[in-house]
Each structure stands twice: as structure tokens, then as C-alpha cells.
């Protein structure tokens, strides 16, 4: 009798690790992602592999991923297009809006769907719709932004900064995995984070070739709310007219 209770014992106790697991699993915020081993992937300097770098012999956590994105090399020149969505909380729909961006070390360049443009020097940002004159105005920085997160503040992105200077206790999970950008599947690290009072999980994926944010998620629950993609990226410098103003094309 008593080797059958234990037997007993021992099977509700996997019963109950089997149970926890199946939970764990399904209220996890955000979305299954599908982690990747690099060391295992090859290497390769075109973006479909992952690159030569430090931070392949590295296994990524929560509690080093900023140390491990802070070793990135981030590209001075590109070209990109961004989407950004937002997702009706009902599920009926959502809203996009898309973007062209030209950057350099000292020069971006934005010209969203909707006619509006921008180039932001570091001393000037001039704003103008097609069709309409230009407005040229001076930078007023916030004490202590660099140039480089005001490039990404007017692109509508999280900046670098941002994502190094969270919380470490905010950081709820981190990794390696594949992120499609534009046509090409690239390599990325990610982290999900949890700052949001109303309990919404924010997912950042950089790409590890070029150091760029390539795309971040907001989720509540397993419900996407929010997503900014990178649907065009070439790392090569950017076309000279892109940054010339409209009468001097």
C-alpha cells in the first residue's frame, strides 16, 4: 500500500510540473519566439548570417543583454523604410503609416506617406509638405540627448539610448533569433520588457550587422497593439539629392 501511494504521490507531482509548464507557456506575455544557437549558424558579412563578432561566443540573458548590444557596431550610413501599425484592442482592424529615411553620421532625412518631410542637421531642422515652402528652424536638444537619439526620436523609434539605459529588472526575457527585414531574414538580438503600469510587454529586435533597431513590438497579452517595422534596409550611403531641399533639386 504504501509503494502504490507513493506511486501515487510521484505521478501528481508530474502531473502538477506538466500543468505548470502548460500555464507558464500560455499566459507568457507577447509572442513565441523562435531562439537560434549562432555558434551553430555560420558566419557571413551580407546579413543572411550572422556576423564575426564577440557577441556570437556570448549566450544572451536578460541580465547581460545590454552589455552584449552596447559591443554592436552601429552603421553610420542608410537607407530604410519603416511601417508603423497600430491594432484596434477589438481585433476589427488597424491603421499603418509608412516612412523613407536617408542617414548619415550627421544627417537624416524623413519623408513619411503622407507628403510631410523633414531633414535634421545637428545644428538645424527644416519641415516642409509637398508643394510647400520650407521651414527652416533651429535644434533645441533636451540636456544630455546626443545626436544620434534625436535621429531616432524623429524616426519614431525607440532610441539606442533608450533600450541601454532600461532597467535590468524590467527586462523580462532576451535572445538570439531571426527577424524578416524586408526581403532578407536577418539576425537579431531581442529582449521584451515590461514597463508599461497596464502590464503591456514591449519587444525590441537589433540587427546584429548593422546595430540597428529593426523593429519593436508592444503586446498585451498574447495581443499585438503596436508594431514599427523595418520593411527596406540598405546599409550602403545614401543618395546625395536625398538631402537636398526642394529648390535646389
Same mark, same amino acid.
Given at each position: 500500500?504504501?509503494?502504490?501511494?507513493?506511486?501515487?504521490?510521484?505521478?501528481?507531482?508530474?502531473?502538477?510540473?506538466?500543468?505548470?509548464?502548460?500555464?507558464?507557456?500560455?499566459?507568457?506575455?507577447?509572442?513565441?519566439?523562435?531562439?537560434?544557437?549562432?555558434?551553430?549558424?555560420?558566419?557571413?558579412?551580407?546579413?543572411?548570417?550572422?556576423?564575426? =563578432?564577440?557577441?556570437?561566443?556570448?549566450?544572451?540573458? $536578460?541580465?547581460?543583454?545590454?552589455?552584449?548590444?552596447?559591443?554592436?557596431?552601429?552603421?553610420?550610413?542608410?537607407? $530604410?523604410?519603416?511601417?508603423?501599425?497600430?491594432?484596434?484592442?477589438?481585433?476589427?482592424?488597424?491603421?499603418?503609416?509608412?516612412?523613407?529615411?536617408?542617414?548619415?553620421?550627421?544627417?537624416?532625412?524623413?519623408?513619411?506617406?503622407?507628403?510631410?518631410?523633414?531633414?535634421?542637421?545637428?545644428?538645424?531642422?527644416?519641415?516642409? =509638405?509637398?508643394?510647400?515652402?520650407?521651414?527652416?528652424?533651429?535644434?533645441?536638444?533636451?540636456?544630455?540627448?546626443?545626436?544620434?537619439?534625436?535621429?531616432?526620436?524623429?524616426?519614431?523609434?525607440?532610441?539606442?539610448?533608450?533600450?541601454?539605459?532600461?532597467?535590468?529588472?524590467?527586462?523580462?526575457?532576451?535572445?538570439?533569433? $531571426?527577424?524578416?527585414?524586408?526581403?532578407?531574414?536577418?539576425?537579431?538580438?531581442?529582449?521584451?520588457?515590461?514597463?508599461?503600469?497596464?502590464?503591456?510587454?514591449?519587444?525590441?529586435?537589433?540587427?546584429? =550587422?548593422?546595430?540597428?533597431?529593426?523593429?519593436?513590438?508592444?503586446?498585451?497579452? =498574447?495581443?499585438?497593439?503596436? $508594431?514599427?517595422?523595418?520593411?527596406?534596409?540598405?546599409?550602403?550611403?545614401?543618395?546625395?539629392?536625398?538631402?537636398?531641399?526642394?529648390?535646389?533639386?
Amino acid at each position: 500500500m504504501k509503494r502504490r501511494n507513493k506511486g501515487i504521490y510521484i505521478m501528481a507531482a508530474l502531473l502538477a510540473v506538466v500543468i505548470a509548464l502548460l500555464l507558464a507557456f500560455y499566459f507568457l506575455p507577447g509572442t513565441v519566439i523562435p531562439e537560434v544557437d549562432l555558434a551553430t549558424q555560420g558566419s557571413g558579412g551580407d546579413g543572411t548570417g550572422p556576423p564575426d =563578432h564577440p557577441a556570437l561566443h556570448v549566450e544572451i540573458t $536578460r541580465y547581460n543583454v545590454q552589455s552584449v548590444l552596447a559591443t554592436l557596431d552601429r552603421a553610420d550610413y542608410y537607407s $530604410r523604410e519603416i511601417r508603423q501599425t497600430r491594432f484596434w484592442s477589438d481585433g476589427a482592424g488597424s491603421a499603418s503609416t509608412t516612412a523613407d529615411i536617408w542617414a548619415t553620421p550627421d544627417t537624416l532625412r524623413i519623408r513619411w506617406a503622407n507628403g510631410e518631410n523633414v531633414i535634421l542637421s545637428s545644428d538645424t531642422y527644416t519641415l516642409w =509638405h509637398e508643394g510647400r515652402t520650407p521651414i527652416t528652424r533651429p535644434v533645441t536638444a533636451a540636456m544630455g540627448e546626443s545626436l544620434t537619439q534625436i535621429l531616432d526620436e524623429f524616426q519614431g523609434i525607440p532610441s539606442y539610448e533608450t533600450v541601454l539605459d532600461l532597467d535590468p529588472e524590467q527586462i523580462i526575457r532576451a535572445g538570439y533569433t $531571426r527577424k524578416l527585414v524586408g526581403d532578407t531574414e536577418r539576425y537579431v538580438i531581442y529582449l521584451a520588457v515590461q514597463t508599461n503600469p497596464l502590464g503591456y510587454v514591449d519587444y525590441f529586435y537589433i540587427e546584429l =550587422h548593422s546595430g540597428l533597431l529593426v523593429e519593436m513590438e508592444t503586446w498585451d497579452g =498574447h495581443t499585438l497593439v503596436y $508594431r514599427i517595422e523595418t520593411t527596406f534596409l540598405d546599409l550602403s550611403s545614401p543618395p546625395e539629392d536625398a538631402f537636398l531641399l526642394p529648390e535646389r533639386r
